[in-house]
């Protein structure tokens, strides 16, 4: 069963949580693109191509849209807000990603309207503002879905997010 309005139901909100903190969506994205890649070698020979392929790969998870001008609290500011407060939590996911550490915490993205939810890493996130929508806060957020969420988290040795060996020490000589 899908999450859109069909008039006996309400629309299902997308949302995303990271440590704890949730965000959902006023508005749902205006765009939502899932990219599932085939993890593939390709090798030219002299008598033809050679493709080792190992299975489904990193997908890749894009979502734009707006957070809205006006809520329904009639707060003038409440897109802002809203966008503010999507803002704040990339960020948070953004930076707590440590230079030569594991990553341990994730990102989790949740599309309850099509039943899908997604360990998450933050690739991008695009800001815009518009002359023509001057009180509109636009996003552009792609994402790399690393696996859904309540999948066993992958032995160390097999994934690994970041460096676990931690940073080598090094000298000029």
């Known amino acids: 069963m899908n999450g859109n309005a069909n008039g006996t139901r309400q629309l299902a909100r997308m949302e995303m949580e990271f440590k704890g903190q949730s965000y959902k969506f006023t508005l749902n994205p205006e765009v939502y693109e899932l990219k599932i890649s085939n993890k593939l070698n390709l ?60 990553v341990k915490e994730f990102l989790k993205f949740y599309n309850h309207t099509d039943g899908e939810a997604y360990v998450c890493v933050p690739i991008r996130m695009g800001i815009s ?14 994402l790399y879905a690393i696996r859904r ?9 097999i994934q690994v997010i970041g460096n ?10």
């Open 164 to 173: 676990p060996l931690g940073t080598p020490s090094t000298k000029n000589e």
């Open 149 to 157: 969420v309540g999948d066993p988290t992958p032995k160390a040795d």
């Open 43 to 102: 090798q030219y020979t002299k008598v033809g191509a050679f493709i080792d392929a190992y299975g489904e790969g990193i997908k890749e998870l894009s979502i734009i849209g707006t957070t809205g001008f006006k809520g329904n609290k009639k707060d003038a500011n409440e897109g802002y807000n809203k966008f503010v407060e999507f803002k704040k939590l990339i960020e948070r996911s953004i930076n707590d990603i440590k230079f030569g550490e594991e």
């Open 129 to 142: 503002r518009n002359v023509n929508q001057p009180l509109l806060y636009k996003y552009d957020l792609s």
